[in-house]
């Protein structure tokens, strides 16, 4: 046991957002509606990809599993959010502010990974058609889809026993709506840095490298839809991929504008903001982009749930 944990606050306040007063149920029932929508877009992505056996490919396969990590990301977050903007701030226990920000941390990482999967699965498609069936096989899906949760929870695990050890005696307020790294680590008292280094070296195997990645694909997706001949065919392969596209620029660049490249401390309300862009909207947009844009799942979800 450690030291600290004879010290350790036994509860949290979170703040939330400041001088809301008059906007605190318009931005509760919005945030309210988000969440629902979320919940009902991507239950309904898992459902008509498990039954429709159409949509039994690799891509989606990965949709679905993306889908759920969105529906964990945000009932993670959203619910305890809308009670702090509804009391102007609430508490939290420590041992649960510590739950929400690993599980927070394990699905960010591990959806990072999973939208590497995916920018891979189409560099296959396109790049190379003729043998994707063969490489992309059942075996290959499954290990695509297991390492990304494996990992991204590992190296989370890592760095949520770092910070539980660290000595916790005060102040016990954060300024935020849920509990993140950073502001945790301005509770301790104990030398942080090490921790804060840790978090930074896993970054880049996590956030940068992933991305960079992501970014080689669709450079050389994009020299493949080129070299097609005709404009139907160009445009078919381009569909395919600027969903997930839309979905990477969204994730990670709100992602880097965040953690990579901090705001200072007076610019912290801008810095909830744009945390919403991934906790609310970013969930909210995996379904939207993949009914709205995609022609297989608009015709399953005529087929089985009769939606206009």
Request: aromatic share 12%.
């Amino acid at each position: 046991m450690n030291g600290g944990n004879q010290t350790r606050i036994s509860e949290i306040q979170l703040l939330g957002f400041h001088n809301i007063h008059n906007l605190k149920n318009v931005l509760f029932f919005l945030f309210l509606s988000i969440y629902i929508g979320t919940l009902i877009g991507n239950l309904l992505i898992i459902s008509i990809v498990t039954i429709d056996r159409c949509l039994h490919t690799p891509m989606y396969f990965f949709i679905s599993l993306l889908s759920s990590f969105e529906i964990l990301s945000s009932t993670n977050i959203v619910p305890k959010m809308l009670s702090v903007i509804i009391r102007e701030g609430d508490t939290i226990s420590f041992t649960a502010c510590m739950t929400q920000f690993y599980i927070f941390s394990a699905s960010t990482n591990s959806e990072c990974f999973l939208l590497t999967v995916m920018s891979y699965d189409r560099y296959l498609a396109i790049c190379n058609p003729l043998r994707y069936i063969s490489i992309m096989d059942l075996r290959l899906q499954l290990n695509l889809a297991f390492w990304p949760w494996l990992i991204g929870f590992l190296i989370t695990l890592i760095i949520t026993v770092l910070v539980y050890k660290l000595q916790f005696c005060g102040p016990n307020v954060i300024d935020h709506f849920f509990c993140d790294l950073s502001p945790i680590l301005d509770l301790s008292c104990s030398d942080t840095t090490m921790v804060k280094v840790q978090a930074v070296l896993f970054s880049v195997p996590v956030i940068v490298l992933p991305f960079i990645f992501i970014v080689v694909t669709y450079i050389l997706i994009s020299f493949a839809i080129i070299k097609i001949s005709t404009g139907i065919g160009r445009k078919k392969a381009f569909s395919t991929c600027s969903s997930h596209l839309v979905l990477v620029c969204t994730y990670y660049g709100t992602l880097i504008s965040v953690y990579l490249f901090p705001l200072k401390d007076n610019s912290k309300n801008v810095s909830k903001v744009v945390s919403l862009l991934y906790i609310i909207v970013a969930p909210l947009l995996n379904p939207i982009i993949y009914s709205l844009r995609n022609h297989d799942i608009i015709a399953a979800l005529h087929k089985y749930f009769s939606i206009p």
